[in-house]
């Protein structure tokens, strides 16, 4: 069965830094691409950041120099590194299998939360 | 980017009915449109892939059409579990990964 479990969601400052973890099983992580995809508080879905099975990656414009995707396939865990966090950044993160296969795999997401 | 208009914003039908919901996108997605369901709390379920393909799981009276730049998703008979927020989203043009605003289909 395949499962996507989240975590390292916390309270931070602006300007701040957060590390988001996405432990996979069920399936090889590094055999697929995964996305992030975060959703603010009453707002709709927006994809954040990918990570392809080749390992090259891509970012949506606003997150671009500020976080980084990446994996570490012996522990078959995803993560997204999230600096210089703004308050625009505040929302419940998602790891999701996917997009060059349709989204079909969600976690049930980390909450992050930039305040001050 | 592409974008993906939904239509309507809101859907207010009664359980047994059929509902109809709509994404239009700014460019060809070709056929690669996806529909997701969402409940309060919870994350996204993919409902249909491809357009038209149901997804692993996802009774009958879901179906998906359209290519291009126009998609329906079809309800066909409306059970109360259905009541929830859909959203269409596309993977022909990323980055980025784009989705709809969103149907918001309740109770009346």
């Known amino acids: 069965e395949v499962q996507l479990l989240e975590s390292g969601g916390a309270l931070v400052q602006p300007g701040g830094s957060l590390r988001l973890s996405c432990a996979a099983s069920g399936f090889t992580l590094s055999t697929y691409p995964m996305s992030w995809v975060r959703q603010a508080s009453g707002k709709g879905l927006e994809w954040v950041s990918a990570i392809r099975g080749s390992g090259e990656t891509r970012y949506r414009d606003s997150v671009k120099g500020r976080f980084t995707i990446s994996r570490d396939t012996s522990k078959n865990t995803l993560y997204l590194q999230l600096n210089s966090l703004r308050v625009e950044d505040t929302a419940v993160y998602f790891c999701?299998?996917?997009?060059?296969?349709?989204?079909?795999?969600w976690g049930q997401g980390t909450l992050v939360t930039v305040s001050s | 980017e592409t974008v993906l208009t939904q239509s309507p914003a809101t859907l207010s039908l009664s359980p047994g009915e059929r509902a109809t919901l709509s994404c239009r996108a700014s460019?060809?997605?070709?056929?690669?449109l996806a529909w997701y369901q969402q409940k309060p709390g919870q994350a996204p379920r993919l409902l249909i892939y491809d357009a038209s393909n149901r997804a692993t799981g996802i009774p009958a009276r879901f179906s998906g059409s359209g290519s291009g730049t126009d998609f329906t998703l079809t309800i066909s008979s409306l059970e109360p579990e259905d009541f929830a927020i859909y959203y269409c989203?596309?993977?022909?043009?990323?980055?980025?990964?784009?989705f709809g605003q969103g149907t918001r289909l309740e109770i009346k």
């Open positions: 999701v299998r996917g997009p060059d296969e349709p989204l079909d795999y």
């Open positions: 460019q060809s997605v070709d056929i690669y």
């Open positions: 989203q596309q993977r022909k043009n990323w980055p980025p990964v784009t």
